[in-house]
């Protein structure tokens, strides 16, 4: 393998462990035990290797495995290579290595009840023993040895093969299976060496109140679960007697037990020791960052640049603000300048009179449009060759005559939209009436329109958001409402693709950054904080490995992350000869040529 595939490979396996670090954070607070999984990879590469502290324990028992395959893939490459991953993939591969899940530990608790015919396949775990993993030691960090069959690592390393695949790499390949496991032993490295100091720190230890609150959770968690599968299997009814209802949780209880290996006392067991482990990342999160709190300048700040961020994108691009607004459900903390609020009554119209008008409208563009493609270049044809042969003119056979359709004029397609007008004339002069008399068009869409949005209290209070250049409205609806003069004012009823619209300019939205609310500052508060718990925790434990002592066996060496050697730093100074150029080629051209701008 070419070194140039080696640190593609490396580059990726980066992606992968910042991918796995994420989850294991992003559940730290869960009480259900969870293994580290990945549901998304990230889109952009780091730009060095992740370092990040595992904050959840992997254990036997998770509760959920990823469902979806990454969306996306990495849009682009990291700008250095990882400083810890191995510069050359180790020539051979352990016979040793896990290659399936150990007997101990299904991928997932139920969390689903079944239909009622649950003969197919479960989502959760299979039920058939994997083929036993070999006990071998590994490593040992401080003492503490890493065994070939820890669940922990194992679990480790069967997220990373998930996600490797999910990112289309070769997990069959020898580079890419000592790769994983290089980084897999990383993980389990910091994993143990938090045990070891939770202990040393005594944060290891709970009293009865904190176990009792675990316990009392989890049983919780359990009936949940349990009487979830009641609830699906059907079988009880407001009529059931106590004895029926006894046997579909009977029944509910062997079914988890025959599909998942699971009962009560091992869930509650597993979910317990994973409070416990959470608690425990809690204590030394206090101790690495010694108290410190996140104040509210760091709020004011974080949210400053994240409104900047916004507006660098969307202050001079209405459609992208509404492409990833709209159609994504991003959240934006900048508005560009120019939005409207407006309410409308969206009046229903008979469907053979909309249907015709849709018609003439989309064929009279069509024929606009070829009229517009037509050459306006009035050369004559070429002359025929005047020395064809017979053989060489292809007889024409004569088709039947086909009647070529009317064409669309704009007067019928006006034709056809006062039809529509005049349908709903009667109940545009009442909305009319009833506006001069003093109606509230907040009242008359509740009373006339159809529109399922405009039926949301909320939505009507503040409108569509329409700008002269959005791309989320019926044009028709655009330009009406960027008619409309002043705030207050209605529209003339126009014909749009979903019925008759009266519009009402209801307000100017505020340009600029969003208010910044209390329940936003909470919410930025809680993830500065875990940032800033985590950089504090991260920085310790870097400092305890460096103090550790690690030792690999024979059997771990292809384990072993080695350490990736520095690339020699690009010569910035070009010889003088080089420098040097002649005359003639540094002659400046007599006109410069137009700056080429990028496509748009």
Not at 139 to 163: E, F, H
Not at 206 to 212: L, V
Not at 269 to 298: F, N, P, Q, W
Request: hydrophobic share 35%.
């Amino acid at each position: 393998m070419s070194d140039k595939s080696r640190k593609n490979i490396l580059r990726i396996a980066m992606v992968i462990m910042l991918a796995l670090v994420v989850c294991l954070v992003s559940s730290c607070q869960k009480s259900e035990p969870a293994a580290p999984a990945v549901t998304e990879a990230p889109t952009e590469a780091p730009t060095e290797a992740p370092t990040e502290v595992p904050t959840e324990a992997p254990t036997e028992a998770p509760t959920e495995t990823p469902t979806e395959a990454p969306t996306e893939t990495p849009t682009e490459a990291p700008t250095e290579a990882p400083t810890e991953a191995p510069t050359e993939a180790p020539t051979e591969a352990p016979t040793e290595v896990p290659t399936e899940e150990p007997t101990e530990a299904p991928t997932e608790v139920p969390t689903e009840a079944p239909t009622e015919e649950p003969a197919a396949e479960p989502t959760i775990a299979p039920t058939e023993a994997p083929t036993e993993v070999p006990s071998v030691l590994l490593a040992t960090i401080n003492g503490t040895g890493i065994m070939s069959d820890d669940p922990n690592l194992l679990a480790a390393y069967d997220s990373y093969v998930a996600t490797a695949q999910n990112y289309g790499m070769d997990t069959s390949s020898e580079d890419v299976v000592n790769m994983l496991k290089q980084y897999s032993m990383q993980y389990m490295l910091q994993y143990t060496l938090i045990l070891q100091k939770a202990k040393e720190l005594g944060f290891d230890q709970f009293t009865d109140e904190e176990n009792a609150k675990l316990t009392e959770e989890a049983k919780a968690d359990w009936e949940q679960i349990v009487q979830e599968y009641v609830d699906n299997a059907g079988t009880v009814t407001e009529t059931s007697t106590d004895d029926e209802k006894a046997a579909a949780r009977a029944d509910a209880l062997a079914y988890i037990k025959e599909t998942y290996d699971y009962d009560e006392d091992r869930y509650v067991a597993e979910v317990v020791e994973a409070g416990r482990y959470d608690l425990m990342i809690s204590r030394l999160k206090d101790y690495a960052t010694g108290g410190k709190k996140v104040t509210d300048e760091d709020i004011q700040k974080y949210f400053d640049d994240l409104v900047k961020e916004d507006q660098e994108t969307y202050e001079k691009d209405v459609s992208m603000f509404e492409f990833y607004t709209q159609y994504y459900g991003q959240n934006s903390y900048y508005t560009p300048e120019g939005y409207r609020g407006i309410t409308h009554i969206l009046l229903p119209v008979d469907e053979e009179l909309m249907s015709t008008w849709k018609d003439l409208a989309a064929r009279l563009e069509e024929q606009q449009s070829a009229e517009s493609a037509e050459p306006t270049d009035t050369e004559a044809p070429p002359a025929a060759d005047t020395e064809a042969t017979p053989t060489d003119v292809t007889p024409v056979v004569s088709a039947e005559p086909t009647a070529s359709p009317e064409p669309v004029t704009e007067e019928m397609v006006k034709a056809a939209e006062k039809a529509i007008l005049d349908s709903v004339k009667a109940t545009v002069d009442e909305i009319k009436g009833k506006l001069a008399d003093g109606a509230s068009f907040d009242d008359l869409i509740k009373e006339y329109g159809t529109d399922p949005g405009m039926q949301d209290d909320a939505r009507r209070a503040e409108g569509y958001m329409v700008h002269k250049d959005s791309i989320l409205w019926d044009p028709a609806f655009t330009a009406a409402a960027m008619g409309l003069e002043k705030i207050g004012d209605v529209s003339e009823p126009i014909v749009g693709q979903n019925g008759v619209h009266i519009l009402h300019y209801l307000r100017d939205v505020p340009g600029g950054a969003v208010p910044l609310t209390d329940e936003m500052k909470e919410e930025f508060r809680a993830t500065l904080q875990e940032e800033t718990d985590l950089e504090a925790l991260q920085a310790k434990i870097d400092e305890w490995l460096a103090e550790s002592t690690v030792e690999y066996t024979a059997e771990g060496e292809p384990w072993k992350m080695v350490p990736q050697a520095e690339e020699p730093a690009e010569e910035t100074a070009a010889p003088a000869e080089e420098t040097a150029a002649p005359a003639e080629e540094t002659a400046a051209p007599e006109e410069k040529p137009a700056e080429e701008k990028p496509a748009e």
